[in-house]
């Protein structure tokens, strides 16, 4: 069926350190990748996204890498404060052909970051 | 705040019931999208309405229905609930109809069916 995998159920790191969360996705045709972050008793809120025209985008601290070779996605994390503890989920969508919002989510990573 | 409304933000029916989950996009936004969260599945898609009309459809039930009102609001029903029907449901909203726009997450309704 549809998935998007990630490599792993829980990352820590410390404090100060960065951090580089795995995703792989099984659909070729996927052309629109984002990076969602969800706090406990919160929904998913946009980290970054990127195309499947680029093969990196950086936004404030944060880094996506795209590989499309190897349908693998990353989420780097600079510096990584207590903050950012949460589960980052990487989605996927089929823009260009099916036109629609509609995103594939991955399972999950959990980020614990330890003072 | 994502600015997307969802109530009521927790729900405990019996099997068997009807439940409707309700949504208001956020201002100017003309799609909204319906996700289920539970432990075993992740997120899931389950269906997108873009400016009252359905865009995409994901494994949503039968038992399930939604619609997208005038006002853009929109409604999730779940019938004949059981067991396994308990979950975060969380809507989202975009401006345009597809990825390509940003989407913003509610802070979901926890349906717990007992």
């Known amino acids: 069926g549809e998935s998007v995998g990630l490599h792993l159920p829980t990352l820590s790191v410390q404090e100060g350190d960065n951090s580089i969360i795995n995703c792989a996705y099984s659909?070729?045709?996927?052309?629109?990748f984002i990076w969602y972050k969800q706090e406990s008793g919160k929904g998913p809120q946009f980290i970054i996204d990127i195309r499947s025209n680029m093969d990196k985008r950086q936004g404030q601290r944060v880094t996506v890498l795209l590989n499309k070779t190897v349908k693998h996605l990353s989420l780097q994390i600079a510096a990584t404060q207590p903050g950012d503890s949460a589960v980052y989920f990487c989605?996927?969508?089929?823009?260009?052909?099916?036109?629609?919002?509609?995103?594939?989510f991955g399972q999950g990573t959990t980020l614990q970051v330890k003072p | 705040d994502s600015g997307v409304t969802q109530t009521p933000k927790h729900l405990i029916t019996a099997t068997g019931q009807r439940v409707t989950l309700r949504c208001s996009p956020r201002s100017g936004d003309l799609s909204v999208y319906w996700y289920q969260q539970s432990l075993d599945q992740g997120l899931q898609f389950l269906i997108q309405y873009y400016n009252g009309e359905e865009r995409a459809k994901g494994n949503i039930l039968e038992r399930f229905s939604a619609q997208q009102f005038p006002d853009l609001h929109s409604e999730l029903n779940l019938s004949s609930l059981e067991l396994g029907d308990s979950a975060l449901y969380f809507c989202?909203?975009?401006?345009?109809?597809?990825?390509?726009?940003?989407?913003?997450f509610g802070q979901g309704t926890r349906l717990t069916v007992v």
């Open positions: 989202a909203s975009s401006v345009g109809q597809g990825a390509s726009t940003e989407a913003f």
């Open positions: 989605a996927e969508n089929m823009w260009g052909s099916s036109n629609t919002g509609k995103l594939i």
């Open positions: 659909n070729s045709a996927s052309d629109y």
